[in-house]
């Protein structure tokens, strides 16, 4: 079936350097992205989301971007801190569907350097 | 803190039991959603409730069923638990269908 998967299990950081996630969503029918942090032991927590009809929005710190025409989302936090330490996953849903369950990909381990 | 609450938040039992999973979703939030998560499949969802009816299902086994009551809070039920049932069972709710606020999950640990 389709699926979001990650390009990256693991990613290494200077503390104070930008990150950047990546991912792959491959139902070209989806509409709206999250990216969703998880902490050890936690449930993913909501970090930013977009709809299709944008490519890039902006948060505290993060930055979505999506490319449709690649399927390609991107998760980029600024000024990395050790607090980002976490797994992100990005996760698609079609909400013309009738579904509202998330897709999720597989996740990313960031990691972050001293 | 999410505002999702679960019980309980960690569960062991045997194969061929039968447990029950519990979900008081954010105030005010209608929809709820199960995800099971394990080392192999990652998060997948299983099934959503909205004011209390069925809307949408997932990769939920015939074993399992959830249900949501009129106080909104959901139940998961499993059945016939097998040693590949354990794994990290996490509710969600959410008010329109977008945004999901995740619960801190029960880890059901089968023997």
């Known amino acids: 079936g389709e699926s979001v998967g990650l390009h990256l299990p693991t990613l290494s950081v200077q503390e104070g350097d930008n990150s950047i996630i990546n991912c792959a969503y491959s139902?070209?029918?989806?509409?709206?992205f999250i990216w969703y942090k998880q902490e050890s032991g936690k449930g993913p927590q909501f970090i930013i989301d977009?709809?299709?009809?944008?490519d890039k929005r902006q948060g505290q710190r993060v930055t979505v971007l999506l490319n449709k025409t690649v399927k390609h989302l991107s998760l980029q936090i600024a000024a990395t801190q050790p607090g980002d330490s976490a797994v992100y996953f990005c996760a698609e849903a079609y909400s013309g569907g009738g579904a509202d369950g998330l897709t999720f990909g597989k996740g990313t381990h960031l990691i972050i350097q001293p | 803190d999410s505002g999702v609450t679960q019980t309980p938040k960690h569960l062991i039992t045997a194969t061929g039991q039968r447990v029950t999973l519990r979900c008081s979703p954010r105030s005010g939030d209608l929809s709820v959603y199960w995800y099971q998560q394990s080392l192999d499949q990652g998060l997948q969802f299983l099934i959503q409730?909205?004011?209390?009816?069925?809307?949408a299902k997932g990769n939920i086994l015939e074993r399992f069923s959830a249900q949501q009551f009129p106080d909104l809070h959901s139940e998961l039920n499993l059945s016939s638990l097998e040693l590949g049932d354990s794994a990290l069972y996490f509710c969600?709710?959410?008010?329109?269908?977008?945004?999901?606020?995740f619960g801190p999950g029960t880890r059901l640990t089968v023997l």
């Open positions: 977009i709809r299709s009809n944008m």
């Open positions: 139902n070209s029918a989806s509409d709206y």
């Open positions: 409730y909205y004011n209390g009816e069925e809307r």
């Open positions: 969600a709710s959410s008010p329109q269908g977008d945004e999901q606020f």
